[in-house]
């Protein structure tokens, strides 16, 4: 049992039902019939909840696992993929294709806004010849959040079938997979889900099926082959066992998620309010626009180290907050408002903690940041 307070922008908390609900003896996952029955409610319980009538898979593996399979199933060799990025995640979606032996073309915008659709709709006109295309809704290190419900439709419109990396947005951000055509949506059960590490959510539609049959080389992985798992239900059979403990966990933390309607207005407002106390005491945030609601980034003030901040908060006040990697090392932190943490409780207490670290550090707070988000968030 971890002793701090863990407010990164995931692994997120895990609601004590969620704990509970995977302490069972779940029998077997393999020849039970009554698995099959629940993992496919669990499945559709979900696509549900994205608006969609596609159907779910839920991968054993984390996150990254589903980005993996994308690409896996839909790439041929010598096939290029328009690669959407304006961040690290979606960047980092040309190495998959790649490894495929895809080719990756960068379409890259400005790292600290949204792309802008008819900048993509403008680049489209030139060159439209992509097999797929992949973009990030949340780019979780710096927390921009994407229009996937504009995007994938004009992408769609040039025949090109969407990949759409939404692990740390779903959940914190209204997703309707129906209205954006999103072709494959992936999810992640450790960020806004708040169930522990350990599945990837993968939404695949009948136009990313067919593109999978209609391949003239073999999938080139077992682990990652959604074309395998597409008709489990009928053969009564999985390609591997389906981790039974996990599954009983998502199936509780759905169903918490399903249980408050007013999810996505609470994400809004929490976010908002850090945001507001961030600016208020004088802080930079890493983005002009598009804020995700689920993770909020600032810059390390000038002089000071994201190492020395980090450790403070943890050593003095048991708050762990996230730097980040690859270009934004040490140049950013991360206050995670995910799922279970995303309350006032919690953000007072963060905010309480930078109040007490950064002038320690040397950073003089231009206003309170405790009171902006009373004032703020809680009216
Ligand atoms: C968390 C996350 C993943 C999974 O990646 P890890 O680095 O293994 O946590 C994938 N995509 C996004 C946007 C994420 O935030």
Same mark, same amino acid.
């Given at each position: 049992?971890?002793?701090?307070?863990?407010?990164?922008?995931?692994?997120?908390?895990?609601?004590?039902?969620?704990?509970?609900?995977?302490?069972?003896?779940?029998?077997?996952?393999?020849?039970?019939?009554?698995?099959?029955?629940?993992?496919?409610?669990?499945?559709?319980?979900?696509?549900?909840?994205?608006?969609?009538?596609?159907?779910?898979?839920?991968?054993?593996?984390?996150?990254?696992?589903?980005?993996?399979?994308?690409?896996?199933?839909?790439?041929?060799?010598?096939?290029?993929?328009?690669?959407?990025?304006?961040?690290?995640?979606?960047?980092?979606?040309?190495?998959?294709?790649?490894?495929?032996?895809?080719?990756?073309? *960068?379409?890259?915008?400005?790292?600290?806004?949204?792309?802008?659709?008819?900048?993509?709709?403008?680049?489209?006109?030139?060159?439209?010849?992509?097999?797929?295309?992949?973009?990030?809704?949340?780019?979780?290190?710096?927390? @921009?959040?994407?229009?996937?419900?504009?995007?994938?439709?004009? *992408?769609?419109?040039?025949?090109?079938?969407?990949?759409?990396?939404?692990?740390?947005?779903?959940?914190?951000?209204?997703?309707?997979?129906?209205?954006?055509?999103?072709?494959?949506?992936?999810?992640?059960?450790?960020?806004?889900?708040?169930?522990?590490?350990?599945?990837?959510?993968?939404?695949?539609?009948?136009?990313?099926?067919?593109?999978?049959?209609?391949?003239?080389?073999?999938?080139?992985?077992?682990?990652?082959?959604?074309?395998?798992?597409?008709?489990?239900?009928?053969?009564?059979?999985?390609?591997?066992?389906?981790?039974?403990?996990?599954?009983?966990?998502?199936?509780?933390?759905?169903?918490?998620?399903?249980?408050?309607?007013?999810?996505?207005?609470?994400?809004?407002?929490?976010?908002?309010?850090?945001?507001?106390?961030?600016?208020?005491?004088?802080?930079?945030?890493?983005?002009?626009?598009?804020?995700?609601?689920?993770?909020?980034?600032?810059?390390?003030?000038?002089?000071?180290?994201?190492?020395?901040?980090?450790?403070?908060?943890?050593?003095?006040?048991?708050?762990?907050?996230?730097?980040?990697?690859?270009?934004?090392?040490?140049? @950013?932190?991360?206050?995670?408002?995910?799922?279970?943490?995303?309350?006032?409780?919690?953000?007072?207490?963060?905010?309480?903690?930078?109040?007490? @670290?950064?002038?320690?550090?040397?950073?003089?707070?231009?206003?309170?940041?405790?009171?902006?988000?009373?004032?703020?968030?809680?009216?």
């Amino acid at each position: 049992m971890y002793d701090y307070n863990m407010l990164t922008p995931g692994p997120s908390k895990v609601r004590k039902n969620v704990l509970e609900a995977r302490a069972i003896q779940a029998g077997n996952s393999d020849l039970d019939p009554e698995f099959y029955d629940f993992y496919k409610r669990t499945c559709a319980k979900y696509s549900h909840f994205l608006n969609t009538a596609n159907p779910s898979f839920l991968l054993s593996g984390e996150g990254i696992l589903g980005l993996e399979a994308a690409c896996a199933s839909l790439t041929e060799p010598g096939d290029r993929v328009l690669v959407l990025d304006n961040g690290i995640f979606g960047r980092g979606f040309a190495d998959f294709v790649r490894i495929y032996g895809g080719e990756p073309v *960068l379409f890259s915008t400005d790292p600290h806004a949204p792309i802008a659709p008819e900048a993509l709709r403008a680049f489209l006109k030139k060159d439209a010849d992509f097999r797929y295309a992949t973009l990030v809704h949340c780019d979780t290190p710096s927390g @921009v959040l994407n229009d996937i419900h504009a995007l994938c439709p004009i *992408l769609k419109e040039y025949g090109i079938l969407t990949v759409v990396d939404s692990v740390s947005g779903m959940f914190g951000n209204p997703v309707d997979a129906r209205h954006a055509k999103i072709d494959i949506l992936l999810g992640g059960s450790q960020k806004a889900l708040s169930c522990p590490t350990g599945l990837t959510m993968v939404t695949v539609s009948q136009d990313a099926f067919r593109r999978m049959e209609a391949r003239k080389t073999p999938i080139a992985s077992f682990y990652a082959n959604l074309l395998a798992l597409r008709d489990y239900y009928e053969k009564q059979w999985f390609p591997y066992t389906m981790p039974a403990c996990d599954i009983h966990g998502f199936a509780r933390a759905l169903d918490n998620v399903l249980e408050e309607p007013g999810i996505f207005a609470r994400h809004a407002r929490v976010a908002a309010g850090v945001r507001e106390a961030l600016v208020a005491g004088g802080l930079s945030l890493y983005l002009k626009d598009g804020f995700s609601n689920t993770v909020t980034v600032f810059r390390v003030p000038q002089g000071l180290t994201d190492t020395d901040i980090l450790s403070a908060l943890l050593r003095d006040h048991k708050i762990l907050l996230a730097g980040a990697f690859d270009v934004l090392a040490h140049k @950013v932190i991360r206050i995670g408002h995910m799922g279970e943490a995303a309350n006032d409780e919690d953000m007072l207490a963060a905010l309480t903690a930078l109040s007490d @670290v950064l002038p320690k550090l040397g950073f003089a707070l231009k206003g309170d940041m405790v009171q902006t988000y009373r004032y703020s968030a809680m009216r």
